[in-house]
């Protein structure tokens, strides 16, 4: 039963490279409009859900005839207002009438837009796209939507799981992964995160966890971080955490943005094949831009200077084009009455199988090509569910996946008022709907019939039920062995260190010294001494370095393992760094000012544009470069408003001279000591940033004054300069292709080799 193709089309960029990010269809004008007129359209990147009734039926809708409509404003009855400015008054200056209908349901709406957030992931960012099944995994799976070519519409959500709705974007926290499959069988939904890994083997503990992690409740802070004392209170004592709490400390925990950022389905699930035969797998999420990270000290300068970030870079990629690609890949293993693996338990979410043990296997391709067009109705009010299955895949007993399948429905009907959250728009299945469920807040669907039992006779026996050979969903009849009820966890839960020693030893020199630091930041924002102490014990026994390392960091004596280190196998595939990735969606800084040459601006924009990355224009102001000619210059970016950390890499057109503005009374970052500097000390303060973060950069004309009065060094590595424009981007490019230049950091410490 293969899907049809999606009729949800990918919007194309705008030729002429309008930078994305622009709020409307169309520019405001200067004066407020006057003459009535229809509202305004999408922008050509933005889409709403797929238009189906409540139960599931396509209806052909145009999706903008579910948006507003109308050039006057009304109540929400339809009633057009002459005024919503004003209450009605027993005369200008007297009381507000109780009889003002539009000001009792204007106020009452506002008193009832906000629903109950999520405990966790409350703060998400979402878009729409499209899976394409590659047919690889029909040998395992009879599952429709992976066929070969068959589309199936997505909807997507990123989150961080222990901020607020109002936190920022680049905490240290994980990142959760969900994603809606509007299947012809039913809606899939496949709700992971960034780590592949869980703090509990449990859900019974997941309350503790969250609790741990969130704000301390007598002073509701610190928001949206790890770096206190419940956080590491529980995690040392409760030491199944232990793996997941490496993954955190790594820079994984930190992503460069959603598009370059890995998802796992954490569980092993089981897979049918069309012959009956059971597959254990783990799911997989690989971008096509590859895993990259934030620096430690950039994710600090964004949750000031954006704390949007990582939500407002997905938008302007879709919009400008750059489409977010994903690969959807399993890990096979052989469904055995154990449920193990090369000794690693596959029940148990605190472990990974290596993937030079099982490796990963393309299934599908995930674009994501539309951004939704209303955040509440689409991206807040979407309700995820381990639960929501389709024939070919099924659960497994991994004890934190039971309860998952009863938290998720539980927390759905709470946040979204009732029973009936399928029938809001964007949770609405592609297939047809007849449950005979009935009634209950918010319904929306009008039903039919008079015996919404079973069996009937009276609406003439429907719904009929379905076997497996008519679609219906059977659970694989898995024999379960003799067993006492207990509240215990099998013997092979209790090794809590093995793994976290595997993660380590995995990592390249740079990237332990990054787990280093953010154990050392992390530990030296706790207050209580023993919580450190505890906590040096739990690293002793993965590593004596790191727990020798942190241990100087926080002044503290580091004690020795409690028993012989685990043996392990390092695991390359673990690792962010050493290998190369396409450079699609990058975003690249153009500094230049009027003095610039600006035809080499113009060819290096499109050539940026050309290579599917996104360039950004940096000039002293605001409007265009060379205005007066016939072609003239957008500029995105101001001297005052741009920061090393939006870039992937910066380019210089030359040594801008200071801005009008170049002074620390109106701009802070420009009062840093070099004020009589020849160039803008704000440039010399993004270009300093960018060279410890081994960003990529490059200049032509005079640049080369620009970088050394910055004080780096032209001949360093990443560092390029020519008297051709084009050249530096092109070798600009290819030093993009490892996301950063790594051999500009400092050797690491021989010890951590």
């Known amino acids: ?89 027993a005369g200008p200056r007297g009381p507000v009438l109780l009889q003002d209908h539009h000001l009792r349901e204007k106020i009452t709406h506002f008193d009832h837009e906000r629903i109950p957030e999520r405990v966790v992931h409350a703060r998400g960012a979402a878009a729409h796209g499209v899976f394409v099944g590659y047919g690889s995994a029909a040998g ?44 012809a069988e039913g809606v899939f939904d496949l709700v992971g995160n960034n780590i592949p890994v869980f703090f509990i083997q449990d859900a019974i503990k997941f309350p503790d966890i969250i609790h741990a992690g969130k704000p301390h409740p007598d002073r509701e802070i610190p928001q949206a971080q790890s770096a206190h004392d419940t956080f590491w209170d529980f995690v040392s004592l409760h030491t199944e955490a232990t793996h997941h709490t490496i993954w955190n400390m790594s820079d994984r925990a930190i992503p460069r943005s959603f598009r370059t950022m890995e998802g796992f389905g954490i569980h092993t699930f089981r897979l049918v094949a069309a012959d009956g035969t059971t ?100 991206t807040e009010q979407v309700a995820f569910h381990p639960g929501h299955l389709v024939p070919g895949i099924d659960i497994t007993d991994d004890p ?117 630091a953010a154990y050392t930041f992390e530990l030296g924002k706790c207050h209580e001494q023993a919580i450190k102490e505890r906590t040096l014990r739990v690293l002793a026994d993965i590593d004596p370095l790191l727990c020798a390392r942190v241990a100087e960091g926080l002044g503290l004596p580091a004690p020795s393992p409690a028993a012989p280190l685990a043996s392990v196998e390092p695991s390359p595939a673990l690792s962010q760094i050493g290998g190369t990735w396409p450079v699609t969606g990058r975003v690249i800084g153009i500094v230049a000012d009027p003095a610039a040459d600006l035809d080499a601006v113009r060819e290096v924009r499109r050539a940026v544009f050309d290579a599917g990355m996104v360039p950004l224009v940096i000039a002293p102001t605001g409007g265009m470069l060379g205005a007066d000619g016939d072609a003239p210059v957008p500029v995105q970016r101001t001297f005052a408003t741009a920061r090393s950390i939006e870039f992937d ?46 960003k990529a950069i490059g200049g032509w004309a005079d640049s080369e004054d620009c970088l050394v009065a910055a004080g780096i060094p032209t001949n360093a590595p990443g560092v390029v300069v020519a008297e051709n424009a084009s050249a530096v981007l092109s070798e600009i490019t290819g030093l993009l292709g490892t996301h950063r230049v790594w051999d500009r950091f400092p050797a690491a410490d021989a010890d951590t080799v």
């Not at 599952?143 to 680049?170: Q, Y």
């Not at 009820?485 to 990054?514: C, G, M, N, Y």
């Open 1 to 89: 039963m293969a899907k049809p193709k999606s009729k949800r089309a990918s919007h194309k960029p705008d030729p002429a490279g309008v930078i994305p990010g622009r709020p409307g269809s169309e520019h405001a004008p200067l004066e407020e409009p006057t003459r009535p007129r229809e509202p305004l359209p999408p922008k050509p990147d933005q889409s709403g859900p797929d238009p189906v009734s409540p139960t599931g039926q396509p209806t052909g809708t145009d999706q903008a005839a579910v948006a507003q409509g109308g050039a006057y404003l009304t109540t929400a009855q339809g009633l057009r207002l002459p005024d919503t400015d004003h209450s009605l008054k």
């Open 140 to 183: 395992v799976s009879k599952a429709a939507f992976l066929g070969k070519d068959v589309e199936t519409p997505v909807f997507v959500r990123f989150s961080t799981v222990l901020g607020s709705r109002g936190s920022a974007d680049t905490v240290r926290d994980t990142r959760g992964f969900a994603t809606k499959f509007y299947t």
């Open 279 to 378: 597959t254990l797998v783990k799911f997989h999420w690989k971008p096509k831009a590859g895993v990259h990270s934030l620096v430690w000290e950039e994710a600090q300068i964004i949750s000031g200077m954006d704390p949007d970030f990582h939500r407002r870079d997905l938008a302007d990629a879709i919009e400008a084009g750059a489409f977010p690609q994903w690969e959807l890949g399993i890990q096979t293993f052989p469904d055995t009455a154990d449920q193990t693996f090369e000794g690693i338990d596959l029940l148990d979410p605190t472990k990974i199988v290596p993937e030079e043990l099982a490796p990963v296997q393309p299934i599908g391709l995930l674009t994501l090509n539309a951004n939704p067009s209303n955040y509440f109705a689409e």
């Open 400 to 516: 934190l996946l039971a309860g998952r399948l009863f938290s998720y429905l539980d927390t759905q009907i709470s946040r979204l008022g009732g029973p009936n959250f399928a029938q809001i728009p964007i949770n609405r299945p592609h297939a047809p709907v007849n449950d005979m469920l009935r009634d209950g807040l918010h319904q929306d669907a009008v039903h039919s019939g008079v015996a919404p039992y079973r069996p009937n006779s009276l609406d003439g026996g429907c719904p009929f039920t379905a076997g497996a050979d008519h679609g219906g969903y059977v659970e694989v009849p898995v024999p379960l062995p003799p067993a006492a009820k207990v509240r215990e966890a099998p013997a092979s839960f209790a090794d809590h260190t093995s793994q976290p020693r595997l993660f380590w030893l995995s990592l390249t020199p740079i990237e332990r010294e990054h787990v280093i």
């Open 649 to 694: 890499a910066i380019l210089l057109a030359g040594s801008p001279a200071p801005g009008k503005d170049a002074y620390a009374a109106r701009d802070a970052k420009a009062g840093n000591g070099t004020s009589l500097s020849a160039t803008d000390p704000r440039i010399l303060l993004m270009l300093a940033e960018a060279y410890r973060h081994a």
